[in-house]
Every structure is written in structure tokens, then in C-alpha cells.
């Protein structure tokens, strides 16, 4: 019963870890988990705690680890002098395979500093109408983008494409995708 719960509280610290680093709730507190968490540890004892699995996630958030390398890294963790016990490399990793997604998503998020492609649309039209009888019946490229953050409102960009504009485009997108290529060394 006593593994059951140290593993229940090792999650909920992991959670709150998880919380306040990484998804920006200021509600957690290092003093509400021990309360919450380990009211009858010590407080060296609980902060020794929390800075090792908050050094653990770190490592394992830094390297953006798979399954495979976070239980390569949790065994090499429990082998080590001072370091954790098998329960806690169960809890640790189980914990990473419910979060890795959203912490991933998270720091991406974070490290962004302008506005991203949050989507783009597009669909070939045929112009009905027209000024000039000349362009009735041809084709036209109708591409739309939201241009923003998560966080605010998103800018919409729609742009209507001849085909020269668009053999243009893609043109310059294949060249772009050379120069990468080649600084990548990817074929």
C-alpha cells in the first residue's frame, strides 16, 4: 500500500512539475505540492525530491527523448549513486508517455518569438466572370492562410494565383527545397 502511494504522490509532484514549467499554471507552487504531496517530509528532504525530478524532466524535456531513451536513461538513473529507485523510473516513465506530446507542443510554443502558419487552405476555382473576356474559363489557384500565435487573434491572408503565378511559386519553393537539401545534406 506505502509503493501505491509514494508512486500516487511521485505522479501528482511529476503533474505540478509538468504544470508550472511547462504549461504556465502560477497556481503551482513548490509549498502547495509539499503540502498537498509530502506534508510529513522534511523540507530539505522535499526540496532534495522535487530539484531531482525537476532535473530529470529537464533532461528528459532537453533531449526531447523517445520511449526507447527515456527507460535507456531511467535505468542508467537507478544505477547511479544517489540516484532513483526502480518505482520511481515506472512512475517517471509512465508519466512522460501520457505528457511528452503536450510538453513538446509546450516548449515550441514558448521558444516561438513572431507569428507562425497556423493553417492553410486552397482550391482550384475556374473564373466565371471576368473584365476581360480573355480570362473567362480559366483557372485560378485560391489559397488561404491564418497567419497568428495560439494565444492571440490570427491575420487571414487570401491570395488568387494565375497558373504563371503558380508555376512561379512553386518554382521558388523547389528551389528552397534544393538550397535545404543541400545545407542539410538530405536527398
Given at each position: 500500500?506505502?509503493?501505491?502511494?509514494?508512486?500516487?504522490?511521485?505522479?501528482?509532484?511529476?503533474?505540478?512539475?509538468?504544470?508550472?514549467?511547462?504549461?504556465?499554471?502560477?497556481?503551482i507552487t513548490e509549498e502547495l505540492l509539499k503540502r498537498e504531496l509530502y506534508p510529513e517530509l522534511p523540507a530539505d528532504e522535499f526540496r532534495a525530491l522535487h530539484d531531482k525530478m525537476q532535473g530529470i524532466i529537464k533532461s528528459i524535456v532537453s533531449a526531447d527523448m523517445d520511449?526507447?531513451?527515456?527507460?535507456?536513461?531511467l535505468t542508467a538513473q537507478t544505477k547511479k549513486q544517489?540516484?532513483?529507485?526502480?518505482?520511481q523510473s515506472l512512475v517517471i516513465a509512465k508519466f512522460w508517455r501520457n505528457h511528452k506530446k503536450k510538453i513538446r507542443e509546450s516548449v515550441i510554443n514558448q521558444s516561438k518569438w513572431e507569428k507562425g502558419l497556423q493553417s492553410?487552405?486552397?482550391?482550384?476555382?475556374?473564373?466565371?466572370q471576368s473584365r476581360h473576356?480573355?480570362?473567362v474559363n480559366s483557372s485560378a489557384a485560391i489559397v488561404e492562410m491564418e497567419i497568428g500565435t495560439k494565444d492571440q487573434d490570427s491575420e487571414f491572408l487570401c491570395l488568387e494565383l494565375d497558373e504563371t503565378k503558380m508555376n512561379e511559386i512553386l518554382k521558388?519553393?523547389?528551389e528552397v527545397?534544393?538550397?535545404?537539401?543541400a545545407l542539410t545534406h538530405i536527398s
Open positions: 500500500m506505502a509503493d501505491a502511494e509514494s508512486s500516487k504522490a511521485l505522479s501528482g509532484l511529476l503533474n505540478g512539475i509538468a504544470q508550472s514549467r511547462y504549461y504556465g499554471n502560477t497556481e520511449l526507447n531513451h527515456v527507460d535507456a536513461f544517489g540516484g532513483i529507485t526502480a518505482d492553410l487552405k486552397w482550391r482550384i476555382d475556374v473564373k466565371s473576356t480573355d480570362q521558388k519553393l523547389s527545397e534544393e538550397s535545404l537539401a
